[in-house]
């Protein structure tokens, strides 16, 4: 390749000696000459134009970078390293155009660029003619909406499992999302079954019409659906009840809170009361504080609260834990102090945590207002 290396070494020459101007328009010149011949050329050819293309490309502005790519996005024998560069270049509008078309691009490009760079980058490769489940699973995971929902309706995609898993837990609350899985042709069914079990009726009704042969099964989610609420309102109903009557048994809320009144109302002031300082009162073992912080939130009397956390079940610190919106790890530090005096069995602590997760928001909140309302 003795001509190769000396049209090379000229080319360099000439860059070197010419300016921005001169190599853009070679760069013109000679991406015209391969785009002409590309279905001709040989390996050999490409080759060629590869180091020349490439040597001009890393002089040249963004602009023109960009146009480079989307000339070269549609060729399947396009330059590699060339393309490979422009690929994995940190602006969008030079690596989009071949991320989303070009056939250069392997698996492992496509997966190390899904992994490190930006959500511009993830989007353009959500719409490839073609995804396996492995470049799928980093799209999913590291994608924003746009990005999730981008590569959920693209029917060249594969999912793996832990990808359907993914866009399904992603689509809670996000009925475009969720309209995008559950139109798919290749969710499993028991993906489909939960999905269902999740979406807003708005999405179910598409979704029954989208699968007429799943009638039956859609009808069977949303009867176990509705039986599950009502078991959920029921036992959180008993549970509100009870902690109702014993802070009715119970004695007026005592002067030892006075002290901790003041202290969270000093964090009220100031803007501060959330619920990193709940979780610290409840870490430092500050029962008093923990108590009148955990009451603010919920919106509940001293006593509620009071009652609850002296309750050997758990029911009602959960209940009052999910309509504060609390995170598993401000809940499990609850618990552990509000047991400190007499310990809670592991096996216990972590049941309590998995009724936490199964807890419904909604049938949550409702009893908390019943339990307003009947004492206002």
Same mark, same amino acid.
């Given at each position: 390749?003795?001509?190769?290396?000396?049209?090379?070494?000229?080319?360099?020459?000439?860059?070197?000696?010419?300016?921005?101007?001169?190599?853009?328009?070679?760069?013109?010149?000679?991406?015209?000459?391969?785009?002409?011949?590309?279905?001709?050329?040989?390996?050999?050819?490409?080759?060629?134009?590869?180091?020349?293309?490439?040597?001009?490309?890393?002089?040249?502005?963004?602009?023109?970078?960009?146009?480079?790519?989307?000339?070269?996005?549609?060729?399947? !024998?396009?330059?590699?390293?060339?393309?490979?560069?422009?690929?994995?270049?940190?602006?969008?509008?030079?690596?989009?155009?071949?991320?989303?078309?070009?056939?250069?691009?392997?698996? $492992?490009?496509?997966?190390?660029?899904?992994? $490190?760079?930006?959500?511009?980058?993830?989007?353009?490769?959500?719409?490839?003619?073609?995804?396996?489940?492995?470049?799928?699973?980093?799209?999913?995971?590291?994608?924003?909406?746009?990005?999730?929902?981008?590569?959920?309706?693209? !029917?060249?995609?594969?999912?793996?499992?832990?990808?359907?898993?993914?866009?399904?837990?992603?689509?809670?609350?996000?009925?475009?999302?969720?309209?995008?899985?559950?139109?798919?042709?290749?969710?499993?069914?028991?993906?489909?079954?939960?999905?269902?079990?999740?979406?807003?009726?708005?999405?179910?009704?598409?979704?029954?019409?989208?699968?007429?042969?799943?009638?039956?099964?859609?009808?069977?989610?949303?009867?176990?659906?509705?039986?599950?609420?009502?078991?959920?309102?029921?036992?959180?109903?008993?549970?509100?009840?009870?902690?109702?009557?014993?802070?009715?048994?119970?004695?007026?809320?005592?002067?030892?809170?006075?002290?901790?009144?003041?202290?969270?109302?000093?964090?009220?002031?100031?803007?501060?009361?959330?619920?990193?300082? #709940?979780?610290?009162?409840?870490?430092?073992?500050?029962?008093?504080?923990? $108590?009148?912080?955990?009451?603010?939130?919920?919106?509940?009397?001293?006593?509620?609260?009071?009652?609850?956390?002296?309750?050997?079940?758990?029911?009602?610190?959960?209940?009052?834990?999910?309509?504060?919106?609390?995170?598993?790890?401000?809940?499990?530090?609850?618990?552990?102090?509000?047991?400190?005096?007499?310990?809670?069995?592991?096996?216990? #602590?972590?049941?309590?945590?998995?009724?936490?997760?199964?807890? !419904?928001?909604?049938?949550?909140?409702?009893?908390?207002?019943?339990?307003?309302?009947?004492?206002?």
């Amino acid at each position: 390749m003795a001509v190769h290396d000396s049209l090379i070494d000229d080319l360099e020459t000439a860059i070197r000696s010419g300016g921005a101007e001169w190599r853009a328009e070679t760069l013109r010149r000679i991406t015209d000459l391969f785009v002409t011949g590309a279905e001709v050329y040989t390996e050999d050819h490409v080759e060629v134009f590869d180091d020349v293309i490439g040597r001009l490309a890393a002089e040249i502005e963004i602009k023109a970078r960009a146009k480079l790519a989307s000339r070269l996005a549609e060729i399947a !024998n396009a330059p590699p390293k060339v393309v490979k560069s422009l690929a994995s270049d940190d602006h969008a509008e030079i690596a989009g155009p071949v991320l989303a078309r070009s056939a250069r691009l392997g698996e $492992t490009e496509l997966v190390d660029t899904a992994k $490190t760079k930006g959500q511009q980058h993830l989007l353009a490769i959500s719409r490839r003619d073609a995804l396996s489940e492995t470049v799928t699973d980093v799209l999913v995971t590291r994608g924003d909406p746009h990005v999730v929902r981008s590569v959920s309706e693209n !029917n060249g995609a594969r999912f793996s499992e832990a990808g359907f898993d993914v866009l399904v837990n992603r689509s809670a609350g996000d009925d475009v999302l969720a309209e995008h899985v559950g139109t798919r042709n290749d969710i499993p069914r028991h993906h489909f079954l939960k999905l269902i079990a999740n979406a807003s009726n708005a999405v179910r009704d598409k979704l029954a019409a989208a699968h007429p042969e799943a009638a039956e099964d859609i009808k069977q989610v949303l009867a176990e659906v509705v039986g599950t609420i009502r078991a959920e309102a029921a036992t959180a109903g008993a549970a509100t009840a009870a902690a109702a009557a014993t802070a009715a048994a119970a004695p007026t809320t005592s002067t030892r809170f006075d002290a901790a009144k003041q202290s969270v109302a000093a964090r009220i002031r100031s803007g501060s009361l959330g619920e990193a300082e #709940l979780y610290g009162y409840a870490k430092a073992g500050k029962l008093e504080e923990a $108590t009148v912080a955990f009451s603010v939130m919920c919106g509940v009397p001293i006593e509620v609260v009071e009652a609850a956390m002296r309750e050997e079940r758990t029911d009602m610190v959960l209940i009052l834990a999910r309509t504060a919106g609390l995170q598993p790890s401000t809940l499990k530090a609850i618990l552990l102090l509000r047991t400190s005096n007499r310990g809670i069995p592991e096996l216990d #602590l972590e049941r309590a945590l998995k009724s936490f997760e199964r807890l !419904n928001a909604d049938a949550a909140r409702k009893v908390v207002r019943f339990y307003r309302a009947r004492n206002n």
